[in-house]
């Protein structure tokens, strides 16, 4: 059981804009910032969005963050067959007194 | 080019220790904290500690304190994480990661090592 909940499983079709939604508690997305990993199938975690909403170099900006309270959201325009992967949130959790994980999401491009 | 390569898989019996790697390079190894993460076969991340190679400053995850060893070799640019007694349960994909920070709570792993295998069975 992952201390950030996320849906199992989304999907779209090319060119459609899909969400992922990412829940925590004050403790940790409520005091801190959410930062989203996608990872390809059979490959290590890739640092997608970080602090809430920056995108590293390279990272397309069809990628959004977003944070809200206690939840997160992580969007994808113009959806690409590319883009059919994992993706995880993460957050620092201040209980804990280090990074917690959601489950994934695995995003299906139909 | 900043980069971390890990150590190859290992197949391993239950009982016996096992200490696997994880290479730096492209960055000032001893000013950034590695983590460890696992991630169990079809499961999501966990983390499991980090490590300040500078002073091999170490800080646990509750659920792996006392079951793992982290540690760092500033002479090499090498992070390491241990087992004593592995058991089948230890089976799982382990990856290390170089952890930024923008202070405070404002934390994330960037880049990440390929992973390493570890599979424990008898």
């Known amino acids: 059981q992952s201390v950030l909940t996320q849906p199992p499983s989304a999907s779209g079709t090319p060119g459609q804009r899909v969400t992922i939604s990412c829940s925590g508690s004050?403790?940790?997305?409520?005091?801190?910032?959410v930062n989203w990993y996608q990872q390809l199938p059979g490959t290590a975690p890739k640092l997608l969005i970080y602090?809430?909403?920056q995108r590293p170099s390279g990272v397309p900006d069809r990628f959004s963050g977003s944070k809200s309270g206690t939840s997160a959201s992580l969007a994808i325009s113009g959806l690409q067959s590319e883009d059919e992967a994992d993706y995880c949130c993460?957050?620092?959790?201040?209980?804990?007194?280090?990074?917690?994980f959601g489950g994934g999401t695995k995003l299906t491009v139909l | 080019e900043v980069q971390l390569v890990q150590s190859g898989a290992e197949v391993k019996k239950p009982g016996e220790s096992l200490k696997i790697s994880c290479k730096g390079s492209?960055?000032?190894?001893?000013?950034?904290?590695i983590g460890w993460v696992r991630q169990m076969p079809g499961k999501g991340l966990e983390w499991m500690g980090i490590v300040y190679p500078s002073d091999s400053d170490t800080r646990y995850s509750p659920s792996f304190r006392g079951q793992v060893t982290i540690s760092a070799d500033t002479s090499i640019s090498t992070a390491y994480l241990q087992w004593s007694s592995l058991k089948a349960s230890d089976t799982a994909m382990y990856y290390c990661?170089?952890?930024?920070?923008?202070?405070?709570?404002?934390?994330?792993?960037?880049?990440w090592g390929q992973g390493t295998l570890v599979t424990v069975s008898s």
């Open positions: 492209g960055y000032s190894f001893t000013s950034y904290w």
């Open positions: 602090s809430n909403n």
């Open positions: 990661a170089r952890q930024k920070s923008a202070g405070g709570g404002n934390l994330w792993f960037d880049p």
């Open positions: 004050s403790s940790n997305i409520g005091s801190n910032t």
């Open positions: 993460a957050a620092w959790d201040d209980s804990l007194s280090g990074p917690v």
